[in-house]
């Protein structure tokens, strides 16, 4: 891990350069990863949001205050409600998800 932090540092010596942790919750995007990488932003998975927001609210807010702490930005995918987007709000948190632009059928559009 410490050549591709190296790697990944001199990429981020490029000014237009920023590097992201997408799906952070699933698969290879994890705890792992956030703590020896230095990402620039972090994208946390619908699928860790829409569980954690059911069944756990205060592990999934300190679970935010610890990605901000390890990155500059967070976004949470999978924001499809009135009362997640409040939620997401509360936390300072920016929002990916169908609340803001609901996927429509091609034959609607």
Not at 17 to 24: E, K, Q, S, T
Not at 73 to 83: A, Y
């Amino acid at each position: 891990m410490i050549q591709i932090q190296t790697r990944l540092n001199e990429i981020k010596e490029n000014p237009r350069v920023r590097i992201w942790l997408n799906d952070f919750g699933s698969a290879r995007s994890n705890f792992d990863v956030l703590s020896e990488i230095n990402f620039d932003g972090v994208k946390m998975s619908k699928e860790l949001f829409w569980d954690l927001y059911e069944n756990d609210k205060i592990l999934l807010k300190h679970l935010i205050k610890m990605i901000k702490k390890k990155s500059n930005t967070i976004v949470i995918e999978g924001v499809d409600s009135f009362n997640k987007y409040i939620f997401c709000k509360e936390q300072q948190c920016m929002m990916q998800g169908y609340f803001f632009n609901e996927i429509r059928n091609s034959a609607v559009c």
